[in-house]
């Protein structure tokens, strides 16, 4: 069965842009999560899709959203890119809410000159 | 707002030896506890959970939860250099959601 996918893998842009990264998650699972990775930070969970609608959602700015579409695919888009912004972006696929083990994609790396 | 503190490490066993990893929990509530192993340049992986119950076993590696002093511990026994990675320590926040720590670095050495 195939993975989680996230497209593109790596992706460079510079401060004020915008960007807009996405996740296909594993066949039949409908929860999808997105996380932020960074030396300094560690992961931190952005926020989660679950049947279309956003779940959860981490202490990250306005700047930060996303959506879910009715096959599971989600994206999230950062407007007015900053410097601080530079990191892996991680998407994890489960099956259900809750106590359901995550799969992670392999990640967008993006870099923000 | 829910914390796991893990050491940063590295932490450096040889071969064959138990490595053990620990990380502390904020939330006296907390009822699972998962740990994820993450190879350099490469995404997190589960290789345990475990729920306030009980210890677990699973081949080479235990998790043990000391609800008292709010840790979760994951042993490695038989260590091996394949083992050599960063190892994440995660509570629940809400529905799928998990607060990570910032990981241990294991080294093992052959």
């Known amino acids: 069965k195939a993975g989680v996918t996230q497209t593109p893998r790596y992706l460079i842009k510079t401060r004020g842009q915008q960007v807009t990264l996405s996740c296909s998650p594993i066949?039949?699972?409908?929860?999808v999560s997105w996380y932020q990775q960074t030396p300094g930070q560690g992961l931190q969970f952005l926020f989660e899709?679950?049947?279309?609608?956003?779940?959860n959602k981490g202490n990250f700015p306005g700047r930060f959203s996303g959506r879910q579409f009715s096959n599971s695919r989600s994206e999230m888009n950062v407007s007015t890119l900053e410097l601080g912004d530079s990191a892996l972006y991680l998407c994890?696929?489960?099956f259900g809410q809750g106590l359901y083990e995550q799969f992670f994609g392999p990640g967008t790396r993006l870099t923000v000159l | 707002q829910k914390e796991v503190e893990q050491n940063s490490g590295p932490l450096s066993v040889p071969e064959g030896a138990i490595a053990s990893l620990n990380c502390t929990y904020s939330?006296?509530?907390?009822?699972?506890f998962f740990w994820y192993r993450q190879y350099s340049g490469k995404s997190p992986e589960l290789i345990m959970f475990?729920?306030?119950?009980g210890d677990k076993e699973d081949g080479r590696f235990t998790a043990q939860l000391n609800k008292a002093s709010q840790y979760v511990s994951l042993l490695i026994r038989d260590s091996q250099p394949s083992d050599s990675a960063t190892y994440l320590c995660?509570?629940?926040?809400?529905?799928?959601?998990?607060?990570f720590g910032k990981g241990t670095t294991l080294s093992v050495s052959s």
């Open positions: 066949s039949g699972h409908r929860s």
């Open positions: 994890a696929s489960s």
């Open positions: 939330d006296r509530g907390s009822q699972s």
């Open positions: 899709y679950f049947s279309e609608t956003q779940r």
């Open positions: 475990i729920y306030s119950n």
């Open positions: 995660a509570v629940p926040q809400a529905g799928t959601a998990l607060i």
